[in-house]
């Protein structure tokens, strides 16, 4: 992302962990390391990867994001 020595080389990953903290981890107790990860694996596959909404896309999550632009691209293929 950057060179050696940048600040700005871990912003994405501790935005993303700290959203973790605050969304998952911090809401229940953990009775064993495999709950956790289970819970972990799940968060990210179909909560941050699909529901969150992401600047980058205009604030759109990116099932609307790719609804929207492939709708687009359809439309712009059959013209």
Avoid at 17 to 25: A, D, F, K, R
Avoid at 27 to 32: H, Q
Avoid at 55 to 60: A, D, F, P, Q, R
Wanted: proline letters at 3%; charged letters at 25%; a negative charge.
């Amino acid at each position: 992302m950057g060179t050696v020595g940048d600040c700005y080389d871990n912003a994405p990953m501790e935005s993303f962990w700290g959203s973790m903290q605050i969304e998952l981890l911090n809401r229940k107790k953990w009775r064993t390391k495999i709950e956790l990860s289970m819970a972990m694996a799940e968060w990210i596959e179909h909560f941050y990867n699909s529901d969150r909404r992401h600047s980058s896309l205009g604030y759109l999550t990116p099932n609307e994001f790719e609804a929207a632009h492939s709708t687009t691209t359809k439309q712009a293929t059959l013209s």
